[in-house]
């Protein structure tokens, strides 16, 4: 199982960034899908989960601002990030649970990682 993810770069205070993270290899199916960021110095941390049903959460910090989503066909999870502030720089990590058999448990994934960048 690999995790692609793509769409980080630099942008200025207020704009937008839409980050994706696809899925591939063996897998049979997929709970959670969700995005961590990491800042230097700091912990990794939650910024948003969806559950296969839609559910959401986000970490307070985000909320009103970002928008997690995912397209459950190509494997996929967004997030559209707009409002961006200079706190909001941190490397972004995709994360997924799934399994890769009916007889398997679900397990962790990690994406590789990608910089977000917010100038003031």
């Known amino acids: 199982v690999q995790l692609q993810a793509s769409g980080g770069g630099l942008v200025q205070l207020g704009g937008s960034l839409r980050l994706s993270c696809a899925a591939s290899g063996r897998i049979f199916s997929i709970n959670t899908m969700g995005w961590y960021r990491q800042a230097p110095g700091k912990q990794r941390e939650l910024v948003a989960v969806?559950?296969?049903?839609?559910?959401?959460n986000y970490a307070d910090s985000v909320k009103g601002r970002f928008t997690i989503s995912r397209d459950n066909d190509k494997n996929t999870v967004y997030l559209q990030m707009n409002s961006l502030k200079p706190e909001d720089t941190a490397v972004y990590y995709c994360n997924v649970r799934l399994r890769v058999s009916v007889y398997k448990g679900f397990d962790d994934y990690w994406g590789q990682g990608t910089q977000v960048t917010v100038s003031s």
């Open positions: 969806i559950t296969s049903l839609g559910s959401t």
